[in-house]
């Protein structure tokens, strides 16, 4: 099920973020801007996060490192709150404009203010919090305030800028006590701005009828991403898994493949006499390459971020059917400020 349209095979990413090292004085350098970004989570309202700075260490010594702080709008450090949920669909808050980047390699840390909680899973919500769906507020950690978002490479002279991607279905998770809301490392990546392009994906309301179980939309119907084209003769190679941490739940067969990013598919399609109107869900922040994409309906499974107090979470693999319909997946390839577009419907049947 592979797009006609070919576009440009996967770029090698630089990625890199603001700071010196990772090489000596005389060395060259680049002028390096940086932005966050989310792919929206489902079940809350608001994921407040506060940013401090970020971190640079030179892969070959881990003690040479230079930390970038965060200013305001007078040009002094000031740590930033935001609603990364304010920032989807291709918009971006800038943090840190135009530094100086020595060329080399580094590793990533990116430096949250007030994240974490009391031994007893309390805290203050004043920096960092997540507001539920029911307006229920609770308290946000960041492991020890920091986010190791690993390796990258300032490889070029010139000006660069990239973008901190956070997909939330992936790095929100509500921890076993559901009294607080932890964010990780884990689903939030480094891409270059100059290498992005979108996928918009189209759902109607005909499919949930004709999936193995019927379902309708809003109870865990989910579009799943995943990098690279994954079948052969028309027949997918690999099993498409849903949202899990491969560092959490470490008993995993090898063929299941780690969803890029997903989106739940909450809204049914408008009904007019012409038939069912499609819902677009866009996938924006996608560096150049290939990409497989799935739609699933799937009540049986969870596909949301998690619900502790029934044993879910986007930390461990749900065995979720994916693609379901079966025939519901494509092959799709990305270019820079392009959009490739499908559509789910009965045509594909």
Not at 5 to 19: D, E, M, Q, R, Y
Not at 56 to 65: E, Q, R
Not at 155 to 160: D, L, R, Y
Request: with cysteine; charged share 20%; hydrophobic share 35%.
């Amino acid at each position: 099920m592979r797009s006609s349209i070919v576009f440009p095979s996967l770029s090698i990413l630089a990625l890199a973020l603001s700071g010196c090292g990772g090489g000596d004085s005389d060395s060259s350098s680049a002028m390096v801007s940086f932005s966050v970004a989310d792919a929206p989570v489902d079940d809350v309202k608001a994921v407040w996060v506060t940013l401090e700075s970020v971190t640079l260490t030179d892969t070959s010594d881990d003690t040479n490192s230079h930390t970038l702080v965060i200013n305001n709008s007078d040009g002094d450090p000031e740590p930033l709150l935001i609603n990364l949920k304010d920032y989807q669909d291709g918009a971006k808050k800038l943090i840190i404009s135009d530094a100086e980047v020595a060329l080399g390699d580094y590793n990533l840390t990116l430096n949250t203010y007030g994240c974490p909680q009391s031994a007893n899973g309390t805290g203050s919500t004043n920096d960092c919090w997540v507001v539920e769906n029911d307006d229920t507020i609770y308290p946000l950690k960041t492991p020890s305030n920091k986010l190791k978002l690993g390796s990258f490479s300032v490889s070029q002279e010139g000006t660069q800028a990239y973008t901190i991607d956070f997909n939330l279905r992936s790095a929100l998770v509500n921890n076993g006590g559901g009294d607080n809301y932890n964010l990780k490392p884990h689903g939030i990546t480094i891409v270059d701005n100059f290498t992005l392009g979108k996928i918009s994906a189209t759902v109607t309301d005909t499919l949930f009828n004709l999936a193995d179980d019927t379902c309708t939309a809003g109870t865990g119907n989910a579009l799943y991403l995943y990098q690279g084209w994954h079948s052969t003769s028309g027949i997918l190679d690999v099993t498409l898994g849903d949202e899990f941490d491969p560092d959490v739940d470490t008993d995993i067969a090898e063929d299941v493949l780690m969803p890029y990013a997903s989106k739940l598919v909450t809204t049914a399609s408008e009904s007019t006499p012409e038939g069912d109107v499609p819902v677009e869900y866009v996938f924006a922040n996608l560096p150049e390459g290939n990409y497989t994409l799935a739609f699933s309906c799937s009540d049986a499974g969870y596909a949301q971020n998690g619900d502790p107090s029934n044993g879910d979470s986007a930390e461990y693999y749900d065995q979720i059917t994916i693609a379901n319909p079966t025939e519901q997946w494509v092959e799709l390839s990305v270019s820079y400020d392009q959009t490739a577009a499908h559509a789910f419907d009965v045509s594909a049947l």
